[in-house]
Nanobody, 127 residues
Framework: QLQLVESGGGLAQPGGSLRLSCTAS??????IGWFRQAPGKEREGVEE??????????????NYLDSVKGRFTISRDNAKNTVYLQMNSLKPEDTGVYYC????????????????WGKGTLVTVSS
């Protein structure tokens, strides 16, 4: 059983930065993805979660949603059992609940294929 814990959400101004963390013992064996869901839609199914970024379990390959490329960076520190999402140049449309998901695979599939989820952390981008 993998227990994912997200942290680092909060309020940021447009153009600002936040760093999210996802921590769990044993996550080095999993592909880890960051997903987001629009505020107020948390009760909708996981299939409504949008994959923002993914990092592979073995060689650290990464993949990003087109709208965040060049602004967000996903990385992992297996010694600290942590995956990070550095978010720069934030925009109001980045607002949402960000979830960390883990899949026991080389790479992330869609949200319905994730084996474990964290409880989410709210990111609000507003002036």
């Amino acid at each position: 059983q993998l227990q994912l814990v997200e942290s680092g959400g909060g309020l940021a101004q447009p153009g600002g930065s936040l760093r999210l963390s996802c921590t769990a013992s044993g996550l080095e064996y999993y592909a880890i993805g960051w997903f987001r869901q629009a505020p107020g839609k948390e009760r909708e199914g996981v299939e409504e979660r949008e994959k923002v970024a993914c990092i592979a379990s073995i060689n650290g390959d990464t993949n990003y949603l087109d709208s965040v490329k060049g602004r967000f960076t996903i990385s992992r520190d297996n010694a600290k059992n942590t995956v990070y999402l550095q978010m720069n140049s934030l925009k109001p449309e980045d607002t949402g609940v960000y979830y960390c998901g883990a899949e026991y695979s080389y790479y992330c599939s869609g949200p319905t294929r994730m084996d474990y989820w964290g409880k989410g952390t709210l990111v609000t981008v507003s002036s």
